[in-house]
């Protein structure tokens, strides 16, 4: 510590020598004259300094009057060179500390960068959430990106509802009803009320027969019929053998009570998630309207995952449910439908 302050009061001293060199009135000579001695042994140092100063008499006589301080100036001289090496020795240490540091810095700022751009070439983590919406943050417009395996919510082109229009009219079979009454149980998903069916009712279209799984509600209704909603729809959702799903929709319109329905509501369980088992029995055909004429078109499942590949068989005749059993169910999901989808040039047929 010593040995810095040293170093630096010469550098201050070598500074102020420097000033005083160019010409410029040092603040106290005296002070520096008492330092650096004049010495006209030593052509072109001290001497010369002092000849800047205009004062060289002074010194010359004192040199010549004393010729045993030479050699003490002498060694003055050599402390002064060596002190002016050591100085230099530690700037060069200070230069060469600095570029270490800056070489440094840039080596670090190049790995920070390799490090960025190496995550910028991975894959985006995978999103697994599970929880969706109708509405906000977790709603239809962000359903894709809640988890990975719902990006046909986002990017499918094969999508359900849409607004069926400018079908072609052809004569489409009959769909097949063999519905009989089953045991049912009920449960409000947090999404809909969903009514589970025991085995054994099928419907049967295009050669395949499919097994009705469940049906649910939604209001108002998802899919459109030439740009007209209604109040609820029906979904009822069948599966054949290799797992192709079939889902028949029955719009639903302000009329007489539906009995069915109402056998549903009797057995909502109070609360949600909870899963009701009636004792009672549920007829499917119940549901259906007395026309059979539907229009058919290729879809989704209209919730996450959006599964593609599901045949729609929307039924043309809505069915009637009362006021009061629709105002039941409003107050339980006053909306719970996705957005129409884009119809991307689907063939959609409909019954003469
Ligand atoms: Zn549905």
């Given amino acids: 510590m010593r040995k810095l302050i040293v170093l630096t009061a010469s550098c201050f001293l070598i500074a102020s020598a420097g000033a005083f060199d160019a010409g410029q009135p040092p603040p106290k000579p005296a002070n520096i004259k008492s330092i650096h001695p004049p010495n006209p042994s030593v052509p072109g140092s001290a001497s010369s300094k002092e000849g800047k100063e205009g004062k060289p008499a002074a010194g010359a006589k004192a040199a010549a009057g004393k010729p045993a301080k030479l050699s003490a100036r002498e060694q003055e001289e050599q402390a002064e060179a060596e002190l002016s090496a050591k100085i230099a020795e530690r700037l060069a240490a200070m230069r060469a500390n600095q570029a270490a540091r800056a070489a ?148 639903l319109e302000r009329g007489k009570p539906q009995p069915a329905i109402q056998t549903v509501w009797n057995h909502l369980p109070l609360e949600k998630r909870d899963i009701a088992n009636p004792s009672v029995v549920l007829d499917p055909n119940d549901l259906l309207p007395q026309r059979r004429d539907y229009f058919t078109y290729m879809g989704s499942l209209t919730t996450p995952p959006c599964t593609e590949g599901v045949l729609w068989l929307v039924m043309k005749e809505p069915v009637q449910a009362s006021p009061a059993q629709m105002a039941l169910f409003s107050r339980l999901y006053p909306l719970n439908a996705r957005p129409i989808q884009a119809g991307s040039g689907r063939m959609i047929k409909e019954s003469n």
Wanted: net charge positive; aromatic share 8%.
């Fill in 104 to 251: 440094a810095a840039a080596k670090a700022k190049k790995d920070a960068a390799a490090r960025a751009a190496k995550l910028a070439a991975m894959p985006p983590p995978r999103a697994n959430g599970t929880h969706w919406a109708y509405e906000g943050e977790f709603g239809p417009a962000n359903w894709s990106k809640i988890n990975s395996d719902w990006a046909k919510c986002g990017t499918g082109n094969r999508q359900s509802p849409i607004d069926i229009r400018d079908g072609m009219k052809v004569d489409l079979e009959q769909i097949n009803f063999d519905y009989r009454p089953s045991a049912f149980s009920v449960q409000d998903n947090g999404h809909t009320v969903q009514v589970t069916v025991g085995g054994g009712n099928f419907l049967s279209v295009q050669n395949r027969m499919y097994e009705l799984q469940q049906f649910h509600f939604h209001r108002p209704s998802e899919e459109r019929i030439n740009g007209k909603g209604f109040e609820m729809v029906i979904h009822l959702v069948h599966k054949d053998a290799e797992g192709r799903l079939a889902v028949l929709a029955l719009l």
